[in-house]
């Protein structure tokens, strides 16, 4: 897949099965929106987002204990949507969890769970 290095490089969709595994795995999860963030799927809760796809990644936000011990499997990585601009809390889930849906699952709710104990985002005003 094409790294985001050139700006002219537009970016890919996500594979179809992936798109559908990540709706399988929000849309049971209770008080959850979905929307698109840059075009891509995004989970939120509370008005926080707490897992998106971005071309062919995952990207979780992840408790300091949950991120630290994602971030130890083979193929996890902070999330960049913009090289060298990584998302603090987000982590990206390694192929090894995507290829197993009931090990991902839980994964999913931790990242639900604990964006769920931040302040609720207060709702932008509309301009006019």
Known sequence: MAKRTDPAVRWLPSPEPLTTLFRSLVDELPDVSRRAMFGYPSATVNGNMFACLMEDRLALRLSPADREEMLSMEGAAPFEPIPGRPWREYVVVPDSLISSPDDLEPWVEKACDYTRS???????????
Request: net charge positive; no cysteine; aromatic share 0%.
């Open 118 to 128: 931040l302040p609720p985002k207060a709702a932008r005003r509309k301009s006019t």
